[in-house]
């Protein structure tokens, strides 16, 4: 906790200092101000949280899926699976320019894609990077959750009379909640902050939050860091806000 509170503390403490007191010296507030009013502020917050709403959503539907048809495989499927986690996220987002991008290796065999992947306004390509990286770490929670304790309790249920839906519903669904909604939580934190992936894949218009604050500080040396340091406070507490969410979750193993 000290280590938290002087590393992260200390990085917000001077964030929040540089975003009132530009290059100049001066202490305003006019940062916040001209941030606040800036259209392609407001752009820029829609699409990052469309982004992080889409990739969370899209990644705990398919991670809870792949849950339940390898809950009961053996460890070659699993770790198959699991393969894309340890990878980073900028080689993901590099390949995918690669393969998906136009004039890419995808685009020259098949003749042109039907979507467009990369600089789609619609940050396409960005839900898909984040999908393919984060559906596998959801996985692997939701995995060690459905242990031999699960199991038991199924059949438990089944000898007193309970149908596959009510299992699901009542002995299931409550093992694996907490694990996906803390693990979904992460996901969200992480897509809220990330850099590489929608820099590489993104559009150039609407930007993500922390591409909006490498633009400011290009753009302008003076109040581009104060701008900068403006726009990423509010993502760091929007983090911390889903953080905090989290521990309400993460007190127990079925998320009560």
């Known amino acids: 906790m000290t280590t938290l509170l002087v590393l992260f503390g200390g990085a917000l403490v001077g ?3 540089t975003s009132l007191r530009p290059l100049d010296g001066a202490t305003s507030t006019a940062a916040w101000r001209q941030l606040l009013s800036d259209p392609a502020f407001h752009d820029t917050i829609a699409f990052t949280f469309r982004i992080t709403l889409a990739t ?3 990644s705990a539907l398919a991670a809870v899926a792949l849950s339940l048809l390898l809950r009961n ?3 070659v499927p699993r770790a198959l699976v699991s393969l ?5 996220h900028l080689l993901v987002a590099t390949v995918a320019v690669l393969w998906l991008g136009p004039g890419g290796l995808a685009d ?3 003749g042109g894609l039907p979507v467009d992947l990369v600089r789609d306004e619609a940050g396409i390509g960005i839900v898909a990077v984040y999908v393919y990286k984060e559906a596998p770490f959801l996985l692997l929670l939701l995995l060690a959750a459905m242990g031999d304790d699960l199991h038991k309790r199924e059949a438990a249920a089944a000898v007193l009379g309970a149908s596959p839906l009510q299992s699901l519903r009542w002995v299931t669904w409550p093992a694996v909640r907490g694990p996906l909604i803390v693990g979904s939580i992460i996901v969200a934190a992480y897509v809220l902050g990330s850099f590489e992936v929608p820099l590489t894949v ?8 922390s591409e909006y604050a490498f ?3 290009q753009g302008d040396l003076i109040t581009g860091e104060s701008r900068a340091a403006a726009a990423l406070l509010l993502a760091a507490a929007a983090a911390v806000a889903l953080a905090i969410t989290a521990v309400h979750f993460a007190r127990d193993v079925e998320g009560g």
């Open 15 to 17: 964030a929040g200092l």
């Open 56 to 58: 969370t959503g899209i």
């Open 73 to 75: 495989s053996g460890a």
């Open 84 to 88: 894309p986690v340890p990878v980073p």
């Open 108 to 110: 020259r065999i098949l």
């Open 202 to 209: 993104g559009p150039n218009y609407p930007t993500t939050l």
């Open 215 to 217: 633009e400011a500080v």
